[in-house]
């Protein structure tokens, strides 16, 4: 991809994970990020960079070099939370962690 190609794919559909208003400032590991509630099973994990978008899949991190941009990271967000943000584009968004 270009550099428009990825800003356009970044930008498509914004979302920033530490959006939500009600979100506490101390969320934990074993909490959602979005909301800061507990995670339930199988919690979903997105890619996120340094300003807090989330990032579609198949955005890397050689893409974001590229328009110079940093890699925040791996975090997971409860099922209905993503639901929530990215309704029926979840599975654009969703990063598959090696086990």
Known sequence: MNKEEILKAINEF???????????????SDECEYCGKKLGKNPLYFHVNTSGT?????????????????????????????????????ELYTTKLAK
Request: negative net charge.
């Open 54 to 90: 989330i990032l579609p899949n198949t955005i890397s991190e050689t893409d974001l070099d590229l328009v110079g941009m940093e890699s925040q990271g791996c975090f997971a967000i409860g099922r209905g939370c993503a639901k929530k943000l990215f309704g029926n584009k979840l």
């Open 14 to 28: 914004k979302v920033d994970i530490w959006s939500n208003p009600n979100r506490p400032d101390d969320v934990q």
